[in-house]
């Protein structure tokens, strides 16, 4: 028997942003690369624990478990004739609508409908809802779409009834109440596989001293129910078109756009000899005529920081080959190396001859390179934000640096895994200690700095901020910012509370300088430095000569600190494999009895490493595990770090 083809609360938030895209969800074969994004499933499972944590405000709330519609409806219709009820996960259905309501209040004729969410938000500025403009705001325009829509949903299922809509969110303003409260909502997984949050018992304190504000939201709601949608449709005549089409299976045709580029309903040459389809490809075909043969050409987004790819879109301007010089007027900026346009000029100009061959500006780099004082330091940061804190006095989403690795080389070219540091002991605030072993590392001579992108810089800003605000007493606090200032330039944050700064000894950012002086066509656009790496790797015969060999962490060659006679060049079909495809696999030998919370074969990306790090503060993963999972964490940020040494060592032998 097949499943009724219901409109819900996340079909009709995805149809928002592209309506062709109910023909493809939930269909086996278009793969949705979103099922597998690390990043996506850190923010899920913090989604989890912060609706545990908002039924926790609701003693008397009784749990609607079961998935099966009718039996789901059933229930709720049961329940709602009381005169007075909260239900979690709550069932109502309209013709053909559904949404499942993460926390409803009935008493009499009034409905409060909380849609709880894991995100953070000013509880005494609302004013971030809406832009300048009085629409609402970019950055909130999906998550009000998600409560008008089930307020429109509630009301059609009970027009007599007054209904209020929150969102519920992690309040900003709010300090944990105690030690160890992200602790108490342990995710776990049933036997269908699907993840679930068992609870510890919370304290008194820990259920009254509420970290999420409930927010009214009806007057935003208001503000979409003023707008116009798709050939003038009102707001209830939009979700009526969606949900018909969704209901008889009917493919909205597409209205391509910018937001293509990010479409998760796209697979691999690959994929789809294997049966699957690609939403992606579908869309491209139907709009503007494609064969299978156009996808083998680079596309207009791939093309690095364009700004105007609807306006070229709207061009009929698809592919690279199509785009003119007039399209992208490739100007300077007065700097060293390629402007942002001259770069995508660079970008399309190679696409446009063929060329594959590597751009390397070696008389700009040198000037750099001549600029840095040796030893260099290239580190690299692990870090963390949880929706529910791990510590008394923290607020939620504060950031957490649990890690770092450092490398040094040296002025006679040799390389070592000079230090690392990792924390990652249940319920302990690492940043003070995080940052006491950095600068014991770094301080010792004035040696250039190297970071990749800006997030090291952003997390030295934010421990500073904790440092300044925190009321306990901290010995070595001046001498700790004091440091942060030295070998940092100050975020937005900072500036706001009057203190700017650039510091003497600040960070060099490599993914400048790859913008700036490099650039390969196998990266495709990104300078990412899990493309930029293998592209240094495939053009540098010195690398190659070098990391052919098994020298990393070898008797006599490379000191490593978790590697032990490491090969980093491996070869496959004239190519050099990507390091971080053949990091070390976890958990080889599993004992006898040993249970597994964590889903991670290897570790070697970021998302994965923060989704780690959160699950490993639960006391019921095992010494087996903990101990795996602190080996992987440590071999993939000493990778992200011997990868930057290696993109230097390239540039320094081309």
């Known amino acids: 028997m097949t499943s009724p083809r219901y409109l819900t609360k996340s079909r009709f938030v995805m149809a928002m942003d592209c309506p062709t895209k109910l023909f493809y969800t939930g269909k086996r074969e278009y793969l949705n690369q979103s099922n597998d994004d690390p990043f996506l499933d850190s923010l899920a499972e913090g989604g989890f624990q912060v609706g545990a944590l ?3 405000y609701f003693p008397d709330g009784i749990l609607i478990e079961t998935m099966n519609y009718d039996t789901a409806l059933q229930k709720t219709a049961e329940l709602l004739k009381r005169d007075k009820v909260t239900i979690f996960e709550a069932a109502i259905k309209h013709q053909n609508l ?11 004729n009034h409905f409060d409908l909380i849609e709880v969410k894991a995100k ?3 509880a005494t500025d609302l004013d971030q809802f809406t832009n300048r403009k009085g629409n609402i705001s970019s950055d909130w325009k999906s998550v009000i779409y998600d409560v008008a829509f089930q307020k429109h949903v509630l009301q059609s299922a009970y027009p007599g009834h007054l209904i209020r809509p929150f969102l519920m969110m992690a309040d900003k303003n709010s300090l944990s109440p105690s030690d160890g409260l992200n602790q108490k909502f342990r995710i776990v997984k049933d036997d269908n596989g699907r993840k679930r949050v068992d609870i510890l018992p919370l304290t008194d304190i820990e259920k009254n001293h509420r970290i999420l504000a409930q927010v009214p939201v009806d007057r935003f709601i208001e503000i979409l129910h003023g707008q116009a949608f798709t050939d003038n449709r009102s707001f209830s005549d939009e979700i009526k078109y969606l ?3 969704y209901e008889k299976d009917i493919k909205i045709n597409p209205q391509v756009s910018k937001n293509c580029g990010a479409c998760e309903f796209i697979c691999t040459s690959e994929e789809e000899s294997n049966g699957f389809k690609s939403g992606y490809k579908e869309c491209w075909k139907s709009a503007f005529g494609w064969q299978d043969s156009d996808f083998d050409e680079p596309d207009i987004f791939e093309v690095w920081d364009c700004r105007s790819k609807d306006n070229l879109i709207g061009d009929n301007i698809l592919k690279i080959a199509d785009i003119s010089m007039d399209d992208i007027n490739p100007v300077p900026d007065g700097k060293a190396g390629l402007s942002r346009r001259e770069r995508q000029w660079l970008q399309i100009e190679k696409v446009h001859n063929g060329d594959t061959t590597t751009f390397f500006d070696a008389v700009s780099m040198k000037t750099e390179m001549d600029s840095w004082t040796f030893p260099l330091h290239f ?8 929706a529910i804190p791990f510590n008394k006095g923290r ?3 504060e950031g957490i640096a649990f890690q770092f690795s450092h490398h040094i080389v040296n002025e006679d070219g040799s390389v070592e895994h000079a230090g690392e540091f990792i924390n990652v002991e249940r319920g302990k605030f690492p940043n003070y200690d995080f940052i006491r072993e950095f600068k014991k590392q770094l301080e010792n001579d004035e040696g250039t700095i190297f970071r990749f992108a800006d997030h090291e810089n952003t997390y030295l800003n934010i421990v500073y901020r904790q440092l300044k605000d925190d009321l306990e007493d901290i010995g070595d606090r001046d001498d700790l910012c004091a440091f ?13 509370q009057g203190e700017k700064w650039l510091g003497k000894r600040t960070m060099v950012d490599m993914c400048v ?3 700036r002086y490099f650039y390969d066509p196998s990266t495709h656009g990104s300078n990412s430095i899990k493309y930029v790496l293998p592209a240094v790797l495939n053009s540098s015969t010195f690398l190659q000569d070098k990391y052919s060999k098994p020298i990393y962490g070898a008797d006599g060659g490379i000191k490593s600190l978790n590697f032990k006679d490491w090969q980093w060049i491996k070869v496959e079909n004239g190519k050099v494999i990507n390091p971080y495809t053949f990091l070390p696999d976890l958990f080889k030998e599993v004992p006898n009895g040993i249970s597994l919370l964590n889903d991670e074969k290897t570790l070697n990306n970021g998302g994965a490493a923060l989704t780690t790090y959160s699950r490993m503060q639960f006391a019921e993963m095992s010494d087996y595990e903990r101990e795996e999972l602190t080996k992987g964490l440590l071999r993939y940020c000493e990778l992200d770090t011997m990868a930057m040494v290696m993109i230097y060592e390239a540039w320094g032998n081309w």
């Not at 559904?98 to 009499?108: A, Q, S, T």
């Not at 580190?379 to 949880?386: C, H, N, Q, R, V």
């Not at 942060?484 to 706001?496: A, C, L, Q, V």
């Open 484 to 496: 942060i200032r030295e070998i940092t330039k100050s975020t937005d944050r900072n500036e706001e």
């Open 98 to 108: 559904f949404i499942r309501v993460d926390v409803l209040v009935k008493d009499g």
């Open 379 to 386: 580190i690299d940061f692990e870090t963390a934000t949880t």
């Open 395 to 397: 607020k939620p989403y």
């Open 243 to 245: 949900s018909d089409h």
């Open 120 to 122: 953070s938000i000013d």
């Open 54 to 56: 908002a039924r926790e």
């Open 513 to 515: 300088l790859v913008k």
